[in-house]
């Protein structure tokens, strides 16, 4: 059974950083793309970033310049941000897709930014 496991979130002042790792375990295929996304309340859920490679990687407009994904090894992905504002609450969920197009998601970890 594929679990992913974030952690890092938490109760931040606004312009500090953060780093949200994410780390994949039992998946029997190679992860293809490892992402983040953010769903703040009565909001809908949204793409942070996205990355395939270092090559390969997308970042929506609403935290771009502000935020870094890297993929630390094999299974684990992290999700940098800096600057962060009170707009940036939310709860924030890894997700993966396997070469096989099977997807999973994290349960999510929430950040808090105080004004």
């Known amino acids: 059974q594929v679990q992913l496991v974030e952690s890092g979130g938490g109760l931040v002042q606004s312009g500090v950083s953060l780093r949200l790792p994410c780390t994949a375990s039992?998946?029997?295929?190679?992860?293809?793309?490892m992402g983040w996304y953010c769903q703040a309340t009565e909001m809908q859920l949204q793409l942070v970033a996205r990355?395939?490679?270092?090559?390969?990687v997308f970042y929506a407009d609403s935290m771009k310049g502000r935020v870094t994904i890297s993929r630390d090894n094999f299974n684990t992905v992290s999700l940098q941000m800096h600057n962060l504002k009170p707009e940036d609450t939310a709860v924030y969920y890894c997700?993966?897709?396997?070469?096989?197009?099977?997807?999973?998601w994290g349960r999510g970890t929430q950040v808090t930014v105080s004004s």
């Open positions: 997700h993966i897709i396997t070469v096989l197009g099977s997807q999973y």
């Open positions: 039992g998946s029997n295929s190679s992860i293809n793309f």
């Open positions: 990355l395939r490679s270092a090559e390969n």
